[in-house]
């Protein structure tokens, strides 16, 4: 299997690279930044893994492993975007951070 290089951008000096962690400072704004992501994900839970892992970076990755039970390795693998996690460890996570899923209906015509 053939392997890429990561890429790399040399930014312009006085810009720094956008890191989301910078605008998860509180509840409300991980809370929305989630909503988000679970409603703009495609499907196969990427986008939705993805934000589970900045927001519990942004809590602390081992105090959610201590709440979860979880090792924090296995954190770190399961909620990255390329992670697949059983569906009983984002729940655990999820309960962990102080949030919770819900169900809303989609317009036939929106779907």
């Known amino acids: 299997m053939m ?9 312009p000096e006085g810009y720094s690279r956008w890191d989301v962690m910078d605008h998860l400072k509180t509840e409300e704004d991980m809370q929305l930044y989630l909503q988000a992501c679970l409603e703009e994900d495609e499907g196969d839970g990427r986008l939705v893994r993805t934000a589970l892992g900045d927001i519990a970076r942004a809590r602390g990755m081992t105090q959610l492993a201590r709440d979860t039970g979880l090792a924090r390795e296995s954190l770190y693998k399961a909620l990255s975007a390329d992670g697949n996690p059983e569906f009983s460890t984002i729940m655990k996570v999820i309960k962990a951070l102080g949030l919770k899923l819900s169900a809303t209906r989609v317009d036939a015509q929106a779907a």
């Open 3 to 11: 392997t890429t290089a990561p890429l790399t951008i040399n930014l």
